[in-house]
């Protein structure tokens, strides 16, 4: 018996507005759709994780404290039945520095498939930049790129090159890819 499917989700960009290191809680608006869209996946079985690289940390942009401020801002408009999220995971290193979880390190994703059982055959990353796309990639499940948030064109071309499904933001991935209706 295969298990459950997964959705990994970027945070900047895909959930919420991407405001370039997002650090306060009242920029924390969601992507208009994003909210019902988790509703549908959740009703539909998928188990949910966020995955966010947010080298403004380690950059002193910001505090661990600020960015969880954030989440909760997100959680509390988000408002999602049981489950909800069941994990979300903040990866807060500079791109030059060692990082165990920082994306497009598939880490993150091979853990918890291992650790819950995930079908990776009907799982998901999503998110709006390259390295969103290769930890799917590197983890062996599905990308999808999303153009809601900081996707640059010559990005999106290269997702389209390696066969990432491009779409304009989140709700319209889970309709056509997932093909829930909500
Ligand atoms: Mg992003």
């Not at 009703?43 to 966020?50: Q, S, V």
């Not at 401020?69 to 990866?91: F, H």
């Not at 799917?136 to 990432?164: H, K, T, V, Y």
Request: glycine residues 8%.
């Amino acid at each position: 018996m295969s298990g459950p499917p997964a959705l990994f989700l970027d945070r900047d960009g895909n959930l919420i507005r991407d405001h370039h290191h997002t650090c306060r809680e009242d920029q924390i608006e969601l992507i208009p759709g994003v909210k019902e869209a988790l509703r549908a996946c959740l009703r539909e079985g998928y188990l949910l994780f966020i995955l966010t690289n947010q080298s403004g940390i380690n950059r002193g942009i910001f505090t661990w404290e600020q960015y969880e401020a954030c989440n909760r801002r997100m959680l509390e408009l988000l408002d999602l039945p049981s489950p909800g999220i069941l994990e979300i995971k903040a990866a807060p290193e500079r791109p030059d520095e060692p990082s165990l979880y920082r994306k497009p390190s598939p880490r993150f994703i091979l853990e918890k498939i291992a650790q819950y059982g995930i079908d990776p055959a009907r799982s998901w990353m999503t998110g709006d930049r390259i390295s969103d796309w290769e930890a799917g990639f590197n983890a062996g499940i599905r990308s999808g790129a999303m153009r809601s948030g900081a996707a640059r064109p010559e990005d999106l071309l290269q997702a389209a090159q390696q066969g990432f499904a491009i779409h304009a933001d989140f709700p319209e991935f889970v309709r056509a890819e997932l093909g829930l209706k909500f």
